[in-house]
């Protein structure tokens, strides 16, 4: 709760949103048993590529439980650190998402077009507000189930197969 | 209050509204039970409806609550538009503030607080017709806002009660229904009990116990009708008897035994009946009497005399019309009411009736015994309009006609009153005269003159009464005579005289007077011979004196008793001779021992010759017929100088001595004969000459 006010006190941060977003999308989403956080010792919420607002805003939520289990922050410089991780979220470019496969990742982005092109999920600022955007597909392929809460508030469901070849 | 006006009910309306009012109560008390169970249960399921929509919800607007799509929140709570109970919904956030709301038909939500207190209690609330439904949004575990749901239960609550009063007025209607059986059933049971109640009234008011009430029910009412029937018929049973035996006392206490005639009591009834319209129906009143029934009842036996009775009374009744009523008062007493008269003429007519078939001598058990009746005659109103006042003037009337002679009617006349009154007075006083010891006897010395020694004496009857003091023995002996008492009066004299006479010295005589009623109708022989064997006196010693009234309806059976008597030995003589008839007639039929010259003669003999011619005719017929003289009424010395030289025998009267009490006998005697010593040898030699 106290994390949830502090988000939303820090509204015009566009950083703690996303943080907030990207804590949010994970409540709603399903990991496949093998890879459920309760199973493990934490949930693993990584970042890939340098954005210290986000890490700050990240970081603030480390040891918060989610799921069941404590919230584990830790930066991945590579694809391959990846693996182990529940939630990705890709603050650079140049990243290949082909590379985590069937992965139970979920991958967020506020890059534009990131849903589209691989993304589980992409977030979108319109009208002054923050949404999101949704490839269903790659979720499937990835083993992750999406609720429909989450897929009815998306602005855009996508439906590709699966994480093609392609760098963002 | 109201326990008096259930007891003025009938039994019927108090069923009707005992089965009416339970029916009522029991569908009121259906209606509420089941109102209130409605009630309970409509509420219970608002609000069970209310939670699970709110949990709906709640699970609905995690998502947009989370990603802050206040949009996609309201889109969520609009749905809510197809649920119309609900009032209103608020999503609230973290911060318990309207994150989306939804209103009813679009109102408004009530106020922030209001909102705030149902988020923090987060529990249901029952208060009023608003439910108030608040459900956290859990995501992950966490509690990211409240939903409030308002419900309004006035709804569900006002179709529930649409079906609690479409139970009640069902109830109802069944209510009406059982009561109307009920009512049905009770007219059954409760109508044959009034018609049995009518019944038992109109028999108790009418007396008609032949009176029977039907039914061909076999159930209760059946057997109390049964039952009635037969307490019916035990009352009619009773009823009959009653009526006989009332029937029978009326009888006896109004009809005379003897005749069959109505009685004095009855008399009297009718009397007073027939006097409360006297006005309008004039009547008159007879009274009769008959003659001499008292010498048939005493001669001929009370047989004779009951069926003496019974032939008067079915003459009366033949003689009577439909309407008059003829009574027998007592003895020998009948009465007549006489309806619807005013014309003395119409009554005199009818008396006359009586008169004629009451007149003649009948023959009872072959003896002819007489008969005879005087009638009284009183008018109503004319005569008096009291019963007392109208019977004592018949009565009048009728003494009136016996002291007119016999076998007469006589109408009241209110100049008859005194006289006839003092005759009834008379009458009434002698009847019990004797058993009261009112009479006696006295006697008067009786003296030859040529010895101028005591012979005997006339045995006279007095009567002192304590009211009417001393009654001249003519006027009673008249009344004894009229009234049939003289037989018994006489009997009872010649009683006395005997007894007194057996005392005195045995040439002593005593001489009894005769009622020519007693000649003519007592057995003169019995009754003498019964006398003289009770008292001892000889025959010889005893005279009696009748008048020439009894020679002058001489019969066969008079002269027969006046021979009898004069076979016993018994001395006649002809008392009061020359007062009466006159005619010398009889002397030659019948041979009497003394003639008594009457005092009328004696009076005279000194003041009118013509009169001392007759007494010396007399004397000398006498003579010649051998029978002595006896001269009554001697006063003076003269009286008797003049008679002893007619050559009359003897004397009687007060120059000798007025009559004398029985104790007053001795001592005249005694001084009698002293004072006569001194010429006993004249008077003896006088005598012999005489």
């Known amino acids: 709760m106290l994390v949830w006010s502090d988000v939303a006190q820090a509204a015009p941060d566009e950083s703690a949103v996303q943080a907030a977003f990207v804590l949010n999308f994970a409540k709603f989403t399903e990991w496949p048993p093998a890879g459920q956080p309760a199973r493990q010792s934490a949930m693993q919420l990584c970042q890939f590529g340098v954005r210290d607002e986000l890490t700050q805003a990240f970081r603030a939520l480390e040891g918060r439980s989610l799921q069941g289990a404590p919230i584990q922050w830790r930066k991945v410089s590579r694809l391959d650190e990846a693996r182990g991780c529940h939630v990705l979220f890709v603050a650079e470019a140049g990243l290949s998402l082909v590379q985590l496969g069937g992965l139970p990742v979920l991958t967020v982005s506020d890059l534009p077009g990131f849903a589209q092109q691989g993304g589980v999920i992409g977030l979108v600022r319109q009208s002054g507000r923050l949404r999101f955007e949704v490839n269903r597909g790659v979720a499937q392929s990835a083993g992750l189930r999406l609720s429909a809460d989450l897929l009815s508030l998306a602005m855009t469901v996508f439906d590709g197969s699966a994480r093609h070849e392609g760098t963002l | ?690």
């Open chain 2, 1 to 690: 209050m109201i326990g008096r006006v259930l007891h003025h009910m009938s039994l019927r309306t108090k069923l009707s509204l005992v089965v009416i009012a339970s029916t009522l109560m029991a569908s009121l008390l259906l209606f509420v039970v089941v109102t209130l169970l409605e009630y309970h249960e409509s509420r219970h399921r608002v609000e069970e409806r209310a939670q699970g929509l709110a949990r709906v919800l709640a699970l609905n607007v995690r998502a947009p609550l989370s990603f802050e799509d206040a949009a996609a929140a309201r889109r969520v709570l609009d749905g809510l538009g197809a649920v119309p109970e609900v009032r209103w919904a608020a999503l609230l956030d973290a911060q318990s503030e309207v994150f989306a709301s939804y209103a009813f038909k679009a109102g408004v939500l009530p106020a922030k607080l209001d909102i705030h207190r149902w988020a923090v209690t987060t529990e249901k609330s029952a208060a009023g017709p608003l439910v108030y439904t608040a459900e956290r949004v859990l995501v992950d575990g966490a509690v990211v806002g409240h939903l409030v749901l308002c419900t309004d239960t006035a709804p569900a609550f006002s179709a529930m009660l649409a079906e609690a009063a479409l139970v009640l007025v069902g109830a109802a209607v069944i209510g009406l229904l059982a009561s109307a059986a009920a009512v049905k059933v009770q007219d059954g049971m409760v109508l044959p009990i009034a018609r049995l109640a009518d019944v038992m009234h109109e028999v108790s008011r009418s007396h008609l116990y032949t009176t029977r009430v039907e039914t061909h029910r076999r159930d209760e009412v059946g057997g109390l009708y049964d039952g009635f029937n037969l307490l019916l018929g035990e009352l009619e049973a009773r009823d009959v008897v009653l009526s006989r035996q009332q029937a029978r006392l009326f009888t006896l206490a109004h009809t005379d035994a003897v005749t069959g005639l109505s009685n004095r009591h009855h008399f009297r009834l009718q009397l007073d009946e027939a006097l409360t319209r006297v006005s309008q129906h004039p009547f008159a009143i007879l009274c009769l009497d008959l003659d001499r029934f008292k010498m048939v009842n005493d001669a001929l036996g009370h047989d004779v005399g009951d069926l003496l009775l019974k032939l008067v009374g079915q003459r009366l009744t033949s003689v009577a019309r439909q309407a008059d009523l003829v009574a027998r008062l007592g003895g020998d007493e009948f009465a007549m009411i006489v309806q619807d008269v005013s014309d003395p003429l119409e009554v005199r007519s009818l008396a006359d009736r009586v008169l004629a078939a009451l007149c003649a001598s009948v023959d009872i058990e072959g003896l002819t015994v007489p008969m005879g009746v005087s009638v009284g005659v009183a008018m109503a109103p004319r005569d008096g309009s009291q019963p007392d006042l109208l019977l004592k003037n018949a009565d009048l009337a009728l003494y009136g006609a016996k002291a007119g002679g016999r076998g007469r009617a006589c109408f009241y006349d209110i100049g008859m009153s005194a006289g006839v009154v003092r005759r009834l007075q008379l009458e009434r006083a002698l009847r019990s005269a004797i058993t009261l010891e009112q009479l006696s006897v006295v006697f008067q010395p009786q003296v030859d003159l040529a010895s101028r020694a005591v012979t005997g004496f006339e045995a006279l009857v007095r009567w002192r009464h304590p009211q009417l003091g001393d009654v001249r023995p003519d006027e009673f002996i008249a009344v004894a005579e009229d009234a049939g008492l003289i037989n018994e009066i006489g009997a009872w004299v010649l009683e006395q005289a005997c007894r007194v006479a057996v005392t005195w010295a045995p040439h002593l005589s005593v001489a009894v007077n005769l009622s020519a009623v007693q000649v003519m109708t007592q057995d003169l022989p019995l009754l003498v011979g019964r006398v003289l064997a009770e008292t001892g006196l000889s025959a010889g010693r005893l005279e009696v004196e009748i008048t020439e009234s009894v020679l002058l309806n001489e019969t066969e059976a008079t002269l027969a008793q006046l021979h009898a008597l004069n076979r016993m030995g018994v001395r006649i003589a002809l008392d009061d001779f020359g007062t009466g008839y006159s005619s010398m007639a009889y002397l030659r039929r019948f041979p009497f021992d003394k003639l008594k010259i009457d005092r009328c003669f004696v009076k005279a003999l000194t003041a009118e010759s013509d009169t001392r011619v007759i007494v010396h005719a007399i004397i000398d017929m006498a003579a010649g017929l051998r029978m002595k003289t006896l001269a009554e009424g001697v006063e003076c010395e003269a009286e008797m100088a003049a008679l002893r030289e007619e050559g009359c025998a003897e004397v009687q009267g007060y120059l000798v001595s007025r009559p004398l009490r029985v104790e007053a006998i001795g001592p005249f005697l005694a001084e009698w004969t002293a004072s006569q010593g001194a010429t006993a040898e004249t008077g003896e030699a006088m005598g012999v000459v005489g």
